[in-house]
């Protein structure tokens, strides 16, 4: 398995352009399923969990290709008898998304439950509530979950957490349902209203996707678009993060301020220098890092996908921080590879707190998350002396060329085969 080797100490300096968001690009090609016509995708991110999803939707009788970072998909030819591969499924949490867009269009889905990273029980109950209350049968067998309709029609559904992907697969089964559809207490990420402009372009009706309530009114079918999705916001956070806690001037571009306010507000309390202008953000070091107490929260709040980036960096912060984790109940993996590197951090139950500790100390570890993998990276680019990354497929489904980008920002980094 890939491992990532890291020699510290060593100022980044340039620019970095930030790729389309992760969180917005697998929903969207789940949803490409709904328009059973051709879909482009453009500024498609290289990672393994949109090769994932894609192969997904291969294993259904959809013709999908590559082109200049552009996803070609037809899914004219899937049937109402496809079962995406299990194993697949298996490999990935959001493969759950062509739940909605399946049950929507052939009031029927058969699909193994997902896997994902290891960050608590995810379980999937608000999803099914949703597709209840649209009039869908759920069997939950051994392994699997298989909705059937005659005809979904809309209602009001109150979610009781404000969850991401049910907001989403909910969205997404209530396009072609008779009549109108609530979503009340709905998830804000800015991934949803993608999701929902993506959907608007297919010849969708939807009002509000952005704030806690969404008015979906069916339609009778939907057609392909092509559609560019929004930048990664966690991407860009986490190249913030790098240039602070590295002392040094990086400019981020390709980015919208509105969607990293909570990160750029923790930076700038943290002591870090930022410029912001349009489109760009430039990280200019800082003057000393201080503790801070942070809580994650869903968007607007400061966001659970960028919990152990800013972990790393509140080691290496003066004082003591309060990390409370209020999203994901099994969120703190990465703390216990921190404190190998010399991390001064306490677990109690969601909260990590963190005594600021002069320098880190490069030595073997292992990227238990997607983004625990990431805060790995962070502490290893200011670290005394070298840092092995092992496990690193985790970074891999969420960063585009991660080496490659820090390498252009002149970090010492290597990827070893
Ligand atoms: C999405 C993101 C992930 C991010 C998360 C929270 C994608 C592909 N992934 O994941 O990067 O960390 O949002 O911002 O967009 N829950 C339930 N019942 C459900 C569904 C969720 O209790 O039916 C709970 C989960 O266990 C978790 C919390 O709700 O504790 C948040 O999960 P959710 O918002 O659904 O996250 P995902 O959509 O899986």
Redesign the pocket.
């Known amino acids: 398995m890939d491992k990532l080797v890291i020699k510290g100490g060593v100022p980044l300096k340039g620019e970095i352009t930030i790729s389309a968001a992760?969180?917005s690009i697998?929903p969207i090609i789940a949803a490409s399923i709904l328009s059973g016509d051709k879909c482009i995708i453009n500024n498609a991110p290289t990672l393994e969990d949109v090769y994932v999803i894609c192969d997904l939707l291969s294993s259904m009788n959809t013709k999908v290709s590559f082109n200049d970072n552009n996803i070609y998909i037809d899914t004219s030819g899937i049937l109402s008898t496809d079962e995406p591969d299990g194993d697949l499924v298996r490999k990935m949490?959001?493969s759950f998304l062509i739940m909605g867009p399946m049950l929507s269009r052939f009031g029927k889905v058969k699909i193994s439950l997902p896997g994902?990273c290891n960050i608590?029980?995810?379980?999937?109950?608000?999803?099914l509530k949703g597709f209840r209350a649209l009039g869908a049968n759920i069997d939950l067998g051994y392994g699997y979950v298989e909705a059937k309709a005659e005809k979904l029609k809309g209602n009001n559904i109150y979610l009781d957490?404000p969850?991401?992907?049910?907001t989403e697969n909910i969205m997404m089964a209530a396009v072609l349902a008779e009549g109108e559809t609530i979503i009340e207490n709905a998830?804000e990420?800015p991934?949803i209203k993608d999701l929902a402009n993506f959907l608007i372009q297919m010849g969708a009706n939807i009002q509000g996707a952005g704030s806690d309530t969404i008015r979906i009114t069916g339609v009778k079918n939907l057609h392909g678009v092509s559609y560019t999705p929004i930048f990664d916001r966690i991407e860009a956070g986490t190249y913030m993060i790098a240039a602070a806690i590295t002392n040094s001037k990086v400019k981020i571009s390709g980015v919208e301020e509105e969607y990293l306010r909570p990160v750029i507000a923790k930076l700038i309390e943290s002591g870090a220098s930022l410029e912001i202008g349009e489109k760009f953000i430039i990280v200019n070091g800082h003057n000393g890092l201080r503790a801070m107490d942070i809580k994650t929260m869903?968007y607007p709040g400061f966001?659970?996908?960028m919990q152990a980036q800013i972990m790393s960096l509140a080691c290496l912060s003066k004082g003591t921080s309060i990390i409370t984790e209020t999203?994901?109940?099994n969120r703190f993996m990465h703390a216990g590879e921190l404190k190998r590197m010399g991390a001064n951090i306490k677990i109690d139950g969601r909260c990590a707190i963190i005594e600021g500790v002069k320098s880190l100390s490069g030595c073997n570890v292992k990227a238990t998350d997607l983004r625990a993998g990431a805060a790995l990276i962070l502490a290893a680019l200011c670290a005394d002396g070298v840092t092995t990354i092992n496990d690193i497929y985790h970074i891999d489904r969420g960063y585009v060329s991660i080496e490659e980008k820090f390498k252009k920002l002149g970090a010492n980094i290597e990827r070893i085969k």
């Open positions: 992760k969180n697998l949490r959001a994902g608590g029980t995810r379980p999937i109950d608000l999803h957490f969850s991401v992907g049910a998830a990420e991934e869903p966001p659970t996908d999203v994901f109940e």
